[in-house]
């Protein structure tokens, strides 16, 4: 059983931060990076199968993204698995998650993967719909917001939890092979220690273009994508009041705001 | 002294006389057997150290000097436990005399005088002497026994009850009611040779009245003659002596050889091992803590053959006095460790596999885990690496280095509390262990009415290393700008790293993330290196610490002070422009990383004196002082809220003092605590926590 885990790099940034000149994302200098936290979840599911496992489960952590989200990999290798895949092509810059999902389907297929399993989102972007359009790209069953989740090697299907409104949790049982994305507290992640992260290095890494797998530069970025971002920025802030003073004068102020809000002054 | 109607060869003690060729043969085959049991034993002891990880000793001579000093002066075992080490005294260095005693009297007796056909020295006047020196010996040899005994049996000290707290009554390493046995096994063994010894004696003199050269002489052995007289006036004739003789001189030689025999594998051993471990012992290890290759497949200790031998060692050399069960903050607020059971279940784990022949499978040997001689990770967290362990132990255990060696092989396996986690991802991302941006960190400088240099721009004459907490703690934010005040009025030429600056790691080293401590460094230096300064301060004791002992393993070499011996330096220069002085009676509380791990004691005492500031100490101060409970990487995890935090006990302890109206600490990290414990145990009506450097800061002229 082959499971493959694409794991993505996210940019965070602090209440100090400048958007892009052209406006459509973050500039780049107040931009810090670190791995999606929902894919430290998918990858420790992964992990915890190959330790029950052992050989029988093979793990493969993957990213699409340039030389410096190799980092993420070494995070995920610092805690375990052989190798790694890293695509990246500069035709793929605003990918969006179609255009990802291509590469992560194509990936998919060349390693004759069982699994998918993704973070439901990332922290950056929010779509969460990457996990969805690989399984859609490769025909196979998907369940989203996994809480829970019981694979053995050669199931023909599996049974899943996934996490709805209110608290209510929902089972299903899931034709394998699968795409799952996976929910934070699904597990406990592992800490990687920067030792560890050191040692990964000596990991092999296949770096990859889209084109290795027969993907057209028409097929992913900008072209291949289905949306298109036309502007990012911070929406007005409402105003705040604190209200001081007796609580006849904090009333008359609050009777004040709700007519000045309905417009009648 | 010797009658000249005498003849001084006769003046002797008989020893076999009469005895059947079959009983002398049986003698010295026994002498013999328990000789050779004595060596298999030391053989097994030695094999078990060498099953451990090499280590190669550096100051070994100093070790010796040190041990002999330790040894003749007893200092380490009368602190905090006076009469102890007194009685012990009493126990070693007669044991001393006997034992030179019974080799004289081997060398003269059964090695000399076959060959040479008579006694070379054992008689006449040197007999006299060797008689009166032993006797007296053997007496102050039962009353520390004795003394022993009372202790254990009367005084119940908590600290030699070895009933475990932190495990069940179910379970079997609970009791150890074993280790009972042995200590009153170990007394009594003792106790009955020396007994026997003197009845011996007696009988002998008793048996041997009618001749001058023995009866004449009787009270060169003062004891053994009171016991003469005693059994003499329960009309034991000479006759009836000699019959009891031969019964009373095999009974004492067996107690004797048993003594011998067991000497390897019960506690006696520590007459060995203690020495050993004096020797080889390290006193700075909590301060620099042991370096490690991080570039090797894998760090820490697993299994109990990844400690070194000095670290099996260590573990024999414990003779449970319980000294430093008693100092640990954590076992005092009940948490599950005893710096004492730690290193007995480590014991007793190497005894019951690294004796055996062959080494056991691996699974037997790891160190972590639920069974019985294991160390169970919530002990591990416990620890606070504050050093009261190691400070007190009288035979020169390292604790601290043991426990940090476990966690490195906890921190490789992701096995740690999920805050710890959270701690130590931040100073991977961000470089402090708050979480916070990098940006913050200087944050706290804007608040004051100039701007500080930037050392990382232009030459300074002082390099002040904030620290994270010192930095991003809201509370201790005033304390960086009280300082930040005095060292400008003071004219001093100093700056700072802004945004630069890094943990520098010293928790993060005592946590054992090796790796994650060496890129903290790593950058510090780096970022150091580019700067030009001639000396670094901090108010931060972990930080200075750790730029201090352990920097300099991974190159970098700096002349680091404390803000409180900067500032007593400026004091008595006069550079300080103080308008007044205090009127205050304060407590004082010593940090551990000043204080203990550094000796620093004086000088926060000698600023707070110099600004009129009277301190009455706690009960336990300096060397003594009581963990604030947040060392060790314990900051970042939080207590549960039903036990009494070590920072509460300790604020207890001040609460007590009658007259004082603050306490005074050094460190963010303490002030961080006591600032808590102060409100949760209700003190904050009478006491103020507040740092040295506000109460100078207080001294100088208003603007």
Known sequence: ?265 | MINPEHDAQVVTRIVQQDFPLWMSVTFYLAAFVSTAIFFYGCYIQVRKYNRGQPFSLTHIKKGIVDMIKDLLSHRTLRRRDRSAGLMHALIFFSFVLLFIGTVTITLDYDILRPITGRMIFWYGEFYLWFSFVLDIAGLAFAIGLLYMMYRRKWMALPKLNYARSDRTQEEPDYDRSWYRFEDWLFLWNLVIIMITGYVLEADRLIWLQDDPTVWDYRWWSPVGTLFAEAMKSMYLTSEGAESFRYFLWWFHALTAFLFVSLLPFTKAKHIFTALVSLVVRNRRSPARLPITDATAESIGVRSITDFNWKQLLHTDACTKCGRCHEACPANASGFPLSPRDMILSLRELSNNTLQKIKIPEAPLLKVVGDGVNQIRPETLWSCRTCGACQEICPVGIEHVPMMVDIRRALIEEGEMDPAVQTALQNLQKKGNSIGENKRKRAAWTKKLDFDIKDARKKPVDLLWFVGDYASLDPRYQKVCQSFARILKTSGVDFGILFESEMSAGNDVRRVGEEGLFEYLAENNIKTLADCDFSRIVTTDPHSFNTLKNEYSELGGNYDVLHATQLVRQMLTDSQIPLARKLSKRVTYHDSCHLGRLNKEYDAPREVLGSIGVEIVEMPRNRDNAFCCGAGGGRIWTPDPIDIEKPSELRMKEAASIEGIDAFVVNCPKCMNMFEDAVKSTGSDDKLEVIEIIELVENCLADD
């Open chain 1, 1 to 265: 059983m082959k499971i493959l885990v694409p794991v993505k790099q996210v940019g965070i940034i602090d209440e100090d931060y400048e958007i892009r000149d052209d406006g459509k994302n973050v500039d780049v200098d107040f931009l810090d990076y670190e791995i999606n936290e929902w894919d430290n979840y998918s990858w420790e599911l992964a992990l915890n199968l190959q330790e029950t496992y052992g050989e029988a489960v093979e793990i493969v952590p993957l990213t699409v993204g340039p030389d410096e989200a190799e980092d993420v990999l070494l995070n995920c290798l610092a805690k375990g698995g052989e190798r790694g895949i890293r695509v990246w092509d500069d035709a793929l810059v605003d990918s969006d998650s179609m255009a990802i999902a291509q590469v992560i389907a194509k990936v998919a297929e060349h390693e004759n993967a069982d699994y998918v399993l993704t973070g439901t989102l990332s922290s950056d972007h929010s779509f969460a719909a990457t996990g969805m359009c690989v399984a859609g790209l490769l025909n196979w069953a998907h369940a989203a917001v996994v809480s829970k989740v019981d694979i053995t090697p050669d199931a023909q299907q599996i049974t899943v939890n996934r996490e709805l409104e209110a608290g209510i949790e929902e089972e299903i049982t899931v034709e394998s092979p699968a795409v799952l994305s996976i929910q934070l507290g699904i597990n406990e992640p592992r800490y990687a220690s920067l030792r560890g992260i050191k040692q990964a290095k000596a990991k092999p890494v296949e770096v990859m273009s889209h084109k290795d797998f027969g993907l057209t530069d028409a097929e992913v970025g900008e072209m291949g994508s289905l949306s298109k971002v036309r502007k990012m920025y911070a929406p007005e802030h409402s105003q705040a009041e604190l209200i001081e003073g007796t609580v006849a004068e904090q009333a008359k102020r609050i009777a004040e705001i709700v007519k000045e809000l309905k417009g009648d002054t």
